[in-house]
């Protein structure tokens, strides 16, 4: 009750990143989102957890529209991407970035090609030696110089989710739909690309992730969804999670969060030691100003 | 009765279904290859390979099988049509089974067993590996990115390759005449130029377009009908070709019709 109360609070302060609305997803006889209405403001940044299952990653389908649900509607930044037409569907993909769990790069391409893709749809204006050179540069932050002419199957697993992310971040998305951003990566991989979704976040794209990484959430998350057998179990601030009085929320929290990275850490006390704070990171609007 | 009533229901519902979503399917591509020849072609690499892969490397395949069936065509055609006193029919049925039969249907069913099982199975793995979700998240059209080359390719291979039949199928005929009839080659050139006509040829052209669309369009449907699993990938391509294989037979028996109406 809490959750919808803030989350209708939270629609009246900014606009809102996404709406579902009573959305039902079934895999078979296997209901993975059961009747889920949620709504997610923009410039927040908001982290998706629950135990193995639940539906994270089917929301998160959902939310980037990747996946159309079996009933209830998705509103992605005020438009019904089953509804829109093709030209306002290609305005809003240019916006957004999704990093999927395993990569989802393709094979027939190169890692260069795979980086060159985004930029030759949306960003026509560039001559093909610009694009190159766009990728280049890109490609040499996050150290992926030396594989730029390997295949996808050619690279490790976390070599290829770092590929993943540089893919959906390569046109400097505002909206960013990260899916276990950090697993399968070594440690100093996934430094920097929490580095550079911390970057991202406060130059003020929004990022939804899906995450196990207690680091990660501790760190960027301002709104918490906990999820669990595809139902929304809590969907608020961060610190009022922590502090919910629903002992489900902190079994799960805990579970999951201790069961990915830190064993020996009170998971709680970390994420309540005020790293996430406030709901009121830098955003902008539609017309892309900045806001508070 | 009732239960049978009800599996006979949801069949007919499930069938369909599927009828409507092939319909949906075969719009959304007939739209999006309209929009390719107007618009944006970052395909046109797709587009190459598919015509390298379906065309190019097919070509030798294509050569044994059509060199050895012009020479058995002409060697039944010299050895039992003088036998009823028509062998002047000899080059009329080796332009009748080569250039309006033969041609189309196996270069049409050699690129639905190579093609057409690599396709839905390319677009399969693409679809368990969620790679088209990832072209659907970076705003490009699966159907404009994937799809219409692969249905261009595949239709101007099939064309091309049958030319290529003909070519080596006559040839292998006239390779065999010459030893075992003493056929020269400016006699043979005369009789196949006297008994070949444009409508043959346009035929010809007609039915492997045909043959390909059939093929790039059932192939990549069936490919993209994969939803979780990589153990559906080999049973749509099998879908698929055993699919092409019906409907290329069929087609051509409309086809072969409407020739002699």
């Known amino acids: ?292 | 009765m009732t239960v049978l009533l009800e599996r006979l229901g949801a069949r007919t519902r499930r069938v369909a279904g599927s009828f409507v979503y092939a319909a949906g399917f075969a719009i959304e591509v007939a739209r999006q290859l309209v929009l390719f020849f107007f618009g944006k072609r970052p395909a046109l690499r797709v587009l190459t390979l598919q015509i390298l892969f379906t065309g190019v490397e097919a070509l030798a395949v294509i050569a044994v099988l059509s060199l050895s069936l012009g020479a058995v065509v002409i060697i039944q055609g010299l050895s039992l049509l003088p036998q009823f006193g028509q062998a002047a029919l000899t080059y009329t049925v080796l332009v009748v089974v080569i250039t309006r039969e033969l041609g189309p249907i196996l270069t049409g069913f050699i690129v639905a067993a190579r093609s057409g099982t690599a396709i839905a199975t390319e677009l399969g793995t693409m679809v368990v590996n969620r790679e088209i979700e990832a072209y659907i998240a970076t705003g490009v059209n699966p159907i404009a990115y994937l799809v219409v080359p692969r249905l261009i390719g595949v239709t101007v291979s099939v064309m091309l390759l049958n030319v290529y039949f003909n070519v080596f199928g006559l040839a292998g005929a006239f390779f065999v005449s010459r030893p075992t009839a003493g056929v020269a080659l400016w006699e043979y050139v005369t009789q196949l130029g006297a008994v070949l006509q444009v409508r043959d040829l346009l035929g010809s052209a007609l039915k492997s377009a045909v043959f390909g669309v059939i093929i790039a369009l059932v192939s990549c449907h069936h490919g993209l009908l994969v939803e979780q699993s990589s153990t559906e990938i080999p049973q749509q391509a099998i879908r698929a070709v055993s699919r092409c294989f019906v409907l290329l037979i069929v087609v051509n028996a409309g086809l072969t019709l409407v020739y002699y109406l």
């Open chain 1, 1 to 292: 009750m809490e959750s919808q109360a803030t989350t209708h609070q939270s629609a009246r302060e900014r606009p809102a990143l996404l709406r579902l609305l009573d959305v039902t997803v079934r895999y078979a006889e296997y209901c993975a989102l059961d009747s889920v209405s949620l709504e997610l403001p923009l410039g927040v940044t908001t982290a998706i957890m629950g135990p193995s299952g639940c539906g994270k990653t089917t929301l998160l389908r959902c939310a980037a529209g990747l996946l159309q649900p079996h009933a209830g509607s998705v509103e992605l930044l005020g438009v019904d991407l089953a509804r829109a037409p093709d030209r306002e569907v290609t305005r809003l993909r240019r916006q957004m970035g999704f990093v999927f769990q395993h990569g989802a790069l393709w094979q027939n391409m190169t890692v260069r090609e795979n980086l060159l893709l985004p930029l030759e749809i949306h960003r026509d204006e560039l001559t093909p030696a610009q694009r190159r050179r766009t990728v280049e540069r890109i490609a040499e932050r996050f150290d992926l110089t030396h594989l730029l002419h390997l295949r996808p199957a050619q690279l490790s697993g976390g070599g290829q989710k770092l590929v993943a992310y540089v893919r959906a971040t390569v046109l400097q998305p505002r909206v960013l739909f990260v899916d276990e951003p950090t697993t399968f990566i070594d440690t100093q991989a996934a430094e920097v690309l929490r580095s550079d979704l911390r970057r991202r976040i406060a130059s003020g794209c929004t990022v939804v992730a899906v995450t196990h990484d207690a680091e990660l959430t501790a760190l960027m998350a301002n709104r918490l969804v906990v999820l669990e057998r595809g139902r929304v179990l809590i969907n608020d601030r961060t610190e009022r999670v922590v502090r919910t009085g629903e002992p489900r929320v902190h079994e799960i929290l805990r579970d999951v969060l201790s069961e990915a990275a830190l064993y020996d850490q009170d998971i709680l006390t970390l994420l309540d030691a005020g790293l996430a704070t406030d709901d009121e990171p830098v955003g902008h609007d539609d017309a892309g100003h900045d806001y508070d």
